[in-house]
Structures are given as C-alpha cells and as structure tokens.
C-alpha cells in the first residue's frame, strides 16, 4: 500500500495542503473542533464520526504494515499520521 507523502488536512471544512506527515498526537487531539481520536496499532481499523461546524461523516483509520496511520475523510480529504 503507497502512502502519498502530501497529505489534506481537515480545518473548518476547508482544504490545506502540507507536506510532512503529522505526528500521531497531533491526530489523537483532534483539530478544527472535530472530536476524532486516532489510536496506531498493528492490523487495526477503526471508524468513528465528527462532526466541525457543518461538516459531518465518518472517517477511517487505516494502519499500514509501516505502522503509519491514514485517516480518510468523507470526502477525498485524508490525514496521513506516522507513529513517532
């Protein structure tokens, strides 16, 4: 499974682009006022709901062999987490 290096980070359901992976803390505090949790782990999926101002859905955490986490947005936004 390839991990794209850009990642979309979700803020007030509005797009940034960066270009380093974000710290698996960073996931586990949640940003923008979204209540999402993200826990690292080996062979692990997880699925929870957000919400941020209007915007709502359900996310998936997907962890790779590489031990990196991938969040994926509602939509065709996504947070790559590496395990630090």
Partial sequence: MMVEETIYKHYQCKVVTKKTLIPVDECRRGEGGDSVMLQCGLDQVIE???????????PQYVVTPTNTCIVQWWGSLSRVCRES
């Fill in 48 to 58: 929870r709901r957000y919400t941020t101002g209007d915007c709502s859905g359900v």
